[in-house]
């Protein structure tokens, strides 16, 4: 069952409990899976109320030691801060983030080059609007998916070299799983901030749909190619905390190689009254 992993996430990350953020319910949670020592990876959910609009975001640190959680961290600070700061100058919510992540990227290039360190990470994050449009961008090969009651549509491209191969058609995407290189990185924030390259997305949930953004921890072990598994677990159950539960157990029962990350939003009605919501 599902119910046995409980006691033992609490100790290896955490689950935040389903929230409201304007017209979402939304959870994340992270695990450090069941081969690594340490969880570099890093997630946030931020709510900006004057703009209406809510912040998700999912970094997968890299490099030695603890630059993967600096880097991580990092990424998670500045993305926000400066986020916030470019709306506030007015700057639409798509070239904000992408201010934000190169922001982000440079303010981890400074660290390395200050300490002379290598700290590199992944970052996939969302922009919720509450009128249901979204905004996603991405460096590296964290992903973001739009689920809706059909499927789970990746939106963003795996920014590494088995990622290309598969966009050039040398690989079938199936074939990702197992290719030698699926974690080599083309591109990602940090080290010495030349392997820098944001890809955005735009779009819009209609109620009921969801957005997933998470980190290769999950969508490595679910070998996605597809998006199937994912589909299944994110609409398995109507309270997104229980299926990001459901989400890490899966890729820790298929072997949990890496940290397992992922934020969940649920666009739901706006007339929504919480004195009706079901425990």
Known sequence: GFRDFDPRTERRGTIEAEQRYGSYLASAGTDVGERRANNEDQYAILRFDEFNETLMLVADGMGGAADGEVASSMAKDTVGTVYLEERRKGTSPVDALKVAFQKANEAIASYNSTNHKDAATTCVASILADDGKYVVANSGDSRAYKITDARAEQLT???????????????????????????????????????????????????????????????????????????????????????????????????????????????????????????
Request: glycine fraction near 8%; charge should be negative.
């Open 157 to 279: 491209e795996d920014q590494s070299i088995a990622g290309a191969l598969v966009r050039g058609g040398m690989i079938r995407p199936e074939e990702l799983y197992d290719h030698p290189n699926r974690s080599a990185l083309e591109h990602f924030l940090g080290k010495d901030g030349s392997k820098f390259k944001v890809d955005s997305f735009e779009g819009e949930l209609t109620d009921g749909e969801q957005l997933l953004l998470c980190s290769d921890g999950l969508w490595e072990m679910t070998r996605d190619a597809d998006g199937a598994v994912i589909h299944q677990f994110a609409r398995s159950i109507d309270n997104q905390e229980e299926a990001v539960r459901r989400l890490i157990a899966k890729a820790n029962n298929e072997g949990g190689e890496d940290n397992i990350t992922l934020a969940l939003a649920k666009r739901v009605k706006e007339e929504f009254d919480a004195t009706t919501e079901t425990e």
